[in-house]
Nanobody, 118 residues
């Protein structure tokens, strides 16, 4: 069955770094667009970063220059490198996979908590 398993979250001080990973299985990873979303307490889920099948990346304005999304198709894994973290980056981060040619095939991970605090 399809699985997206996030890891790498935790507690970090402001200005620190974390790298999130999302390991995928159960579908052809290389043919899916991948995204990272986040949801802070009491707020709506927001798209943070996306990477297309071809490797094109996009970011929400608030993380540009600090976060980098990447994918390793050989390892069926997508990453989110987060640098210069701020308290407002605190949220549960979710991995999302979507078939760009058949959008009904879309999957979510279970989420990983990122807390930025001194």
């Amino acid at each position: 069955q399809v699985q997206l398993v996030e890891s790498g979250g935790g507690l970090v001080q402001p200005g620190g770094s974390l790298r999130l990973s999302c390991a995928a299985s159960g579908f052809t990873f290389s043919t899916y667009a991948m995204r990272w979303y986040r949801q802070a307490a009491g707020k709506e889920r927001e798209l943070v970063a996306a990477i297309s099948v071809g490797g094109t990346t996009t970011y929400v304005e608030s993380v540009k220059g600090r976060f980098t999304i990447s994918r390793d198709n050989a390892k069926n894994t997508v990453y989110l490198q987060m640098n210069s973290l701020k308290p407002e980056d605190t949220a549960v981060y979710y991995c999302y996979a979507r078939d760009p040619w058949n959008p009904k095939y879309a999957y979510w991970g279970q989420g990983t908590q990122v807390t930025v605090s001194s």
